[in-house]
């Protein structure tokens, strides 16, 4: 029994193989892919992200500067520079100048009738002023002139024209002068360079011919032409030229009242005479003489009706306009 005992202890080192169950924890190390498993239980520390969800709360003190932000809203008032653009459109408001433009219309029918007026009178005294140069009316020329500078103050044209009228009626003056002197009529030679003086204020060859004028002359004056009488008042056209003539002549004898008698006189002989054209260019002449008369006197009043007369007969008469204009304008 005891030989029998002994393979059972031998059955113990058969129990040896147990180290070898000793294998099996190395096949633990293999196992240990497991605690790769336990990777996921790694994979919690990855929840462990989700206290990083405490972060954001953290995040929210991050939140804080976007309160940070609204101060860089407050550039938003930047936009608000949009509504500035607004007065940008504004501009459109600058569409209303067209209605403004409307009451600038306006003014234009007021600004009529005083520049209208201002426009036509000077184009009638520039008319007048280039008749009178074309005439060699030069004392006419250089007064319309005036007038139509007293309506357009500066204007080119009449500058030049008024210019050129001065240097033209001062030759003229002192050929008549220097004329008269000869002619041994210092009277009228004086009288011709003083006229010559006011076109010219100054003038050395004015004033040397009115020194010679005042000498003393060596014979007698010339004597003045007596003052015809005046023709029987009778009616027709015979007696209506004849006193024409006569008003004509007191008239240049700066007569002017007794020119101013004979021409209305002249006026009332025409008086029932046939209207024909040299009734009518008679009876123009008449009454602008009559006009020139009266404007001579300083009747404005009564040479304003007479111009007016005198071109409803010739209505572009350049003399008769020129006169119109300083009669009215009281200036003689």
Do not use: C
């Amino acid at each position: 029994m005891p030989p029998s005992e002994d393979p059972k202890p031998k059955m113990e080192p058969k129990v040896d193989p147990k180290p070898k169950v000793d294998l099996k924890p190395k096949m633990e190390p293999k196992v240990d892919p497991k605690p790769k498993i336990d990777l996921k239980p790694k994979m919690e520390p990855k929840v462990d992200p989700k206290p990083k969800i405490d972060l954001k709360p953290k995040m929210e003190p991050k939140v804080d500067p976007k309160p940070k932000m609204e101060p860089k809203v407050d550039p938003k008032p930047k936009i608000d520079l949009k509504p500035k653009m607004e007065p940008k459109v504004d501009p459109k408001p600058k569409v209303d100048p067209k209605p403004k433009m409307e009451p600038k219309v306006d003014p234009k029918p007021k600004v009529d009738p005083a520049m209208k007026q201002r426009q036509e009178d000077y184009k009638l005294a520039m008319s007048a002023a280039a008749m009178a140069m074309q005439k060699k009316n030069y004392t006419g020329a250089i007064n319309a002139y005036k007038e139509a500078l007293r309506l357009m103050p500066g204007d080119e044209s009449a500058s030049k024209g008024q210019a050129e009228a001065t240097t033209a009626a001062y030759q003229v003056w002192m050929e008549k002068g220097e004329a008269a002197l000869k002619s041994g009529n210092l009277k009228q030679a004086l009288q011709d360079f003083d006229e010559a003086l006011k076109l010219k204020p100054g003038d050395a060859r004015a004033i040397a011919g009115k020194k010679q004028a005042s000498v003393p002359p060596s014979k007698p004056p010339v004597k003045p032409m007596p003052t015809p009488s005046p023709p029987p008042t009778k009616g027709g056209l015979a007696a209506a030229q004849q006193q024409w003539q006569l008003g004509s002549t007191l008239q240049t004898q700066k007569k002017y009242a007794e020119a101013i008698k004979a021409y209305k006189q002249a006026l009332q002989s025409l008086q029932g005479v046939p209207i024909s054209p040299v009734v009518n260019s008679l009876q123009f002449r008449i009454t602008l003489g009559l006009a020139q008369s009266e404007h001579a006197s300083g009747d404005y009043d009564s040479a304003v009706r007479s111009y007016e007369a005198a071109l409803k007969l010739m209505p572009k008469d350049a003399t008769a306009r020129e006169g119109l204009l300083r009669a009215r304008a009281k200036k003689p």
